[in-house]
């Protein structure tokens, strides 16, 4: 019997899965998750520091500085959060679609780009190296990220708490 390697694959070299994934790996953004932590949680820090650039004057607005600091400062930081959340959603969203085109036993894919839509299907080889990348490599990315929106989850219900209490 002969087994079909990536060499007979038909699916297009920038459409393969694990192509894909080492793309996203060395982009931008997406490659801030692989990062140690420390770095990571910097690079967290700077986003939410950005979006202080629109949050700060919204809740200035809302709540002077000089009048009302507690909530001008709750809000600013809740406000702030947005960019954080958005880049988080954004991060989830693209590991969580090389995680599905890594794990499924079929790859969807289009020869000419104009809705010739194929599926191939993986041998077992293939399957398990993709498999054991997203065991070792993948998951642990996407754990990171729920942990990030889990803190900062809790972190809002701190604000909320401290809010009422003001």
């Not at 070299?13 to 692989?34: A, G, H, M």
């Amino acid at each position: 019997m002969i087994r079909p390697s990536v060499s007979h694959c038909p699916v297009p070299t920038e459409q393969q899965p694990l192509n894909e994934y080492e793309q996203l790996k060395t982009s931008w953004l997406f490659c801030d998750c692989i990062l140690n932590w420390r770095d990571y949680l910097t690079r967290l820090v700077w986003i939410w520091s950005c979006s202080w650039l629109v949050a700060g004057p919204v809740a200035a607005a809302s709540f002077p500085p000089h009048k009302d600091l507690t909530h001008f400062i709750l809000s600013g930081a809740a406000g702030a959060s947005v960019g954080v959340i958005l880049v988080l959603a954004r991060l989830f969203l693209g590991w969580l679609y090389i995680r599905d085109r890594l794990y499924n036993p079929t790859v969807f894919y289009e020869e000419s780009g104009w809705y010739d839509g194929q599926t191939w299907t993986k041998p077992q080889e293939i399957m398990m190296r993709d498999r054991l990348i997203v065991s070792y490599e993948i998951k642990p990315i996407i754990r990171r990220l729920t942990l990030t929106a889990t803190i900062l989850a809790a972190m809002f219900l701190i604000g909320t708490i401290v809010w009422q209490f003001s």
